[in-house]
């Protein structure tokens, strides 16, 4: 789990800010058992039968709305009222993943399906979601060293990674079945959609359980979530397997969704 000093330059050479690098390290081995994977992340339609069943109201709609990227540099976010899951800044169909949702509006979803399905359904956490993305590699991506637009959804027109071709920059969300699974059958574990894990924000590894479970104690921050896989705004430094994010679990973004698994 973590990069290693050769992939955090490739990592550097394609923007990621020096400030960062600490948080990939140090390497370390982890032990994740068994446990079932949702094969992509909830989708559009799946969080509407949690909604029309629940009578549930997400963060968005209650409090300030989504957090939405603008300016032409993509480097300043507001709250949108007018944006949530059911109405993102930009078009979805059913089968694209959920967005506009935080930490909490997942824990919400999961307790509802684990009370009608009778199994205890969690999000994943921080080493089984980047054991899940490897897909058994130890490279930056489970498809290698570089990154194209065709095997992922991310912003194609920022910087390269590791000399991969520039591409697409769709500004959206696709359908979770766009590209081809890893080798663990698993859709969509880079780009389109960052993922809430369960963990809280750590600066760095050092202290990291070794077993696979979930990091919730003695954090950085206040309610800083991790996320993992980055998505369809992103440069691709930020979708390799190893590459943390966080932010507020109660902020709602349009770039943001979840997947779920379960203990076998």
């Given at each position: ?59 968005a709609e209650r ?50 399906l684990s009370q ?149």
């Amino acid at each position: 789990m973590g990069s290693s000093a050769e992939e955090q330059a490739l990592a550097m050479a394609a923007g990621m800010r020096a400030e960062n690098l600490p948080t990939e390290g140090p390497q370390h081995d982890v032990y994740v058992p068994s446990f079932a994977a949702g094969r992509y992340a909830v989708s559009k339609s799946e969080f509407a039968r949690f909604i029309r069943a629940s009578g549930y109201v997400t963060h968005a709609e209650r409090e300030s709305g989504c957090f939405v990227w603008v300016g032409e540099d993509g480097k300043q976010n507001r709250a949108d009222l007018q944006v949530r899951w059911s109405h993102p800044d930009f078009y979805q169909e059913g089968d694209h993943p959920v967005v506009c949702v935080t930490w909490n509006d997942a824990q919400a979803y999961i307790k509802w399906l684990s009370q009608i399905t009778g199994k205890k359904f969690r999000l994943f956490t921080e080493a089984e979601r980047e054991y899940a993305a490897r897909g058994g590699t130890a490279s930056s991506f489970w498809f290698g060293e570089t990154i194209r637009t065709s095997q992922a959804n991310y912003n194609g027109a920022r910087a390269s990674y590791n000399q991969s071709p520039q591409g697409e920059r769709r500004q959206a969300t696709v359908a979770v079945r766009s590209f081809s699974p890893n080798p663990f059958g698993l859709y969509g574990v880079h780009g389109n959609t960052w993922d809430w894990v369960e963990d809280c924000f750590h600066q760095n590894y050092e202290g990291a359980p070794a077993n696979g479970s979930a990091w919730t104690k003695d954090c950085s921050g206040d309610n800083e979530k991790i996320v993992r896989g980055g998505s369809w705004y992103n440069a691709p430094f930020s979708l390799r397997a190893a590459f943390r994010g966080w932010i507020n679990g109660n902020i709602p973004m349009h770039h943001i969704g979840f997947r779920i698994a379960r203990d076998l």
